[in-house]
């Protein structure tokens, strides 16, 4: 029996209940925010990063949202420590308040055309803000979830939240890229379309405000906390120091490189899929918008699903038997992508197996990064673990289209950089062990 299983007796339904869905939509309203951004890569570019060549104009803006992913481990470093210190709810609420309203922000700055060089450099400072609350966010809502509920749920939970969280902010994103397309058709969404998509974020904040007034704090921390104070001692004081001291460095090695495969993997697949669809297919806005509905759909399918076969089979068995699959089939899929055309049925067939196995490949990631570190340093070990990796990741889309001269080349470059990811992830599986299931 798990040590944190005592822990949870008192807790009632409504309380993991509550726990479950504040997790779950604190991650999938942030990630809602950030994929924004993905779904109007191209006309931001011309608007902040125009360029003669369309793939460098398109490196541009996704070396804004790499900025982004890059100031994710200072949020963790600041709100980790604060977390593990003081409690995981009030470093969420302030965390999604921040992302809500940075990313409204960006709706209402003037482009090139007005200000002129003012715009890209305005534009890469709210990204770089909005990247350290997201780290935040992280933080706290990796934690009290998984905290909140009982060992047989923690592998589907960690699925649901980790990556169905964003399948979920993608769905919600999809939703509104639909919405805003139809309202604001052809040239006038390159005028109009795009600040409303970011206006949306402010929904966000209201949202994670009403829905986190309910929430209890963790049981798994109030209870270490109840203990130190028992005992008239204190749980870590530092967790940031104690997390890169020599006895923890090499956890951290491991769990950054699993995560450097899973978050790169993300960003080349499920985040670059608009681009891609757009670009090398050239399919329209709406039926993109349909299409991306239904892979988002299908990557919250695949991470409750193999999260949840987590539970039996083990974390890092899973990690390791998709991973393979990853190896092999996502660089098929992006070839067999680019060959379909215009071809809608065969782009979401392709489109379903590729989301599918990068999505299932890591749900039992953050569940795995929770129990790897005891709960006084949680939250500061599972957000600089999960967001060191996601920044290095974060960049590989910059680097796909830095290294493609063209838009012909990009399923090419996909497919190479999805073979390295996998790879890098393989090695971090093969070189960790697996846990025990314990939360204490």
């Not at 990204?127 to 979830?145: E, K, S, Y």
């Not at 990068?358 to 953050?366: H, Q, R, T």
């Amino acid at each position: 029996m798990s040590s944190s299983t005592g822990e949870l007796e008192g807790v009632s339904r409504r309380q993991m209940a509550t726990a479950i869905i504040a997790s779950l939509l604190g991650w999938s309203l942030d990630l809602f925010d950030l994929f924004i951004l993905l779904y109007v890569a191209p006309i931001i570019g011309k608007l902040f990063f125009p360029s003669d060549v369309p793939t460098l104009s398109l490196a541009a803006v996704y070396a804004s949202f790499a900025v982004t992913v890059l100031m994710r481990p200072v949020g963790s470093a600041l709100f980790g420590p604060f977390a593990d210190l003081h409690g995981r709810k009030g470093a969420m609420i302030v965390a999604v308040i921040g992302v809500g309203v940075t990313t409204a922000s960006l709706g209402a700055l003037p482009t090139i055309e007005q200000v002129g060089m003012l715009a890209p450099v305005l534009f890469l400072m709210l990204r770089l803000v909005q990247g350290i609350f997201v780290g935040g966010v992280v933080a706290a809502t990796h934690t009290i979830g998984t905290e909140s509920v009982p060992v047989h749920w923690r592998g589907a939970l960690s699925g649901l939240v980790g990556v169905g969280g964003a399948g979920i902010g993608g769905v919600l994103a999809s939703i509104v890229y639909l919405i805003t397309a139809e309202i604001f058709p052809g040239d006038q969404f390159a005028v109009w379309g795009w600040r409303v998509m970011f206006f949306s974020g402010i929904l966000s904040a209201v949202l994670g405000v009403f829905v986190f007034a309910s929430l209890e704090e963790s049981p798994v921390w109030a209870a270490l906390k109840r203990r130190a104070a028992a005992a008239g001692t204190v749980t870590v004081a530092a967790p940031l120091r104690t997390m890169f001291s020599k006895p923890w460095r090499g956890l951290l090695v491991a769990n950054v490189l699993l995560c450097i495969g899973g978050g790169g993997r993300y960003y080349i697949t499920s985040g670059y899929l608009p681009t891609f669809l757009k670009l090398v297919s050239k399919v329209p806005n709406r039926d993109a918008s349909l299409i991306l509905i239904g892979c988002n759909l299908v990557a919250i399918a695949a991470s409750l699903i193999m999260g949840h076969l987590s539970t039996f089979w083990g974390r890092r068995r899973v990690f390791i038997i998709t991973g393979l699959l990853r190896l092999v089939l996502l660089p098929l899929c992006y070839f067999a992508m680019a060959r379909a055309g215009g071809d809608i049925w065969q782009l979401v067939m392709y489109a379903v197996v590729l989301v599918f196995l990068a999505n299932g490949s890591f749900a039992p990631l953050l569940i795995y990064l929770n129990e790897r570190y005891p709960t006084a340093m949680r939250s500061t070990g599972t957000g600089v673990s999960w967001n060191i990796g996601f920044a290095i990741g974060g960049m590989m889309p910059t680097f796909v289209s830095l290294a493609s001269p063209t838009t012909q080349d990009l399923p090419a470059g996909l497919a190479w950089f999805s073979v390295g990811l996998a790879a890098i992830f393989l090695l971090g599986a093969f070189i960790s062990p697996e846990t025990n299931r314990d939360l204490g």
